[in-house]
């Protein structure tokens, strides 16, 4: 599997150039994953070139809760919220899936037909890049995560009640630099509970 690790900085000049370039292991993506690269918006971005296993998904999205004991007044570290983006695309002010896409969303379908989160329920937000206005866009927001929901149970017959969706609009762009860049169309899962 083939992931590439990109890292922009803008100089004062506004154009952008590429201060580092990897090819990292299925492993590696896993550990930025768990660090909670995927959830912060600064982190690099990561571009899957082939849909990963269900098996590697399933421990992105739901790694183990440890429980402990407290010891002083202290709030415990925040923890960065498991979250697990794909770019799965669609076509401009549009639901409809590109077919590209579609092996990405059948690797997370063939995730929640897994035993080990047969009872897990997870959140399909949807999101949209910044063309158009802020009402329209959170609509299409919303129904870009309705059809993906859709999806998942009529080619996988997942339990409905295990995908929530929530529309987040063009508020959460991926690349905030670029907020028309076509990336920032795109579907991320989030676990619930």
């Not at 150039?17 to 292991?25: C, G, N, P, V, Y």
């Not at 918006?41 to 399933?58: G, L, M, R, T």
């Not at 669609?90 to 590209?100: A, G, L």
């Amino acid at each position: 599997m083939k992931i590439e690790l990109k890292q922009t900085v803008t100089g004062t000049t506004g154009h952008e150039r590429l201060t580092w370039l990897r090819l990292l292991s299925r492993k590696a993506l896993i550990y930025l994953a768990l660090c909670g690269g995927m959830a912060q918006a600064e982190s690099p971005n990561i571009i899957y070139y082939e849909a990963p296993p269900a098996d590697e998904i399933a421990d992105i999205l739901f790694k183990p809760r440890y429980r402990g004991i407290e010891f002083n007044d202290q709030p415990a570290p925040q923890q960065a919220a498991n979250v697990f983006g794909m770019m799965i695309n669609f076509e401009f002010d549009s639901i409809k899936i590109v077919p590209d896409s579609l092996p990405m969303l059948d690797a997370v379908g063939r995730m929640m037909q897994l035993e080990r989160v047969a009872e897990r329920r997870i959140v399909i937000e949807g999101h949209t890049d910044a063309i158009g206005g802020e009402p329209y866009n959170q609509h299409l927001s919303e129904r870009r995560a309705r059809a993906i929901k859709r999806y998942l149970i009529s080619r996988f017959k997942i339990a409905a009640d295990r995908l929530v969706i929530v529309g987040k609009g063009e508020t959460e762009p991926h690349d905030r630099r670029r907020p028309a860049n076509p990336v920032n169309r795109r579907v991320q899962f989030r676990p619930l509970g």
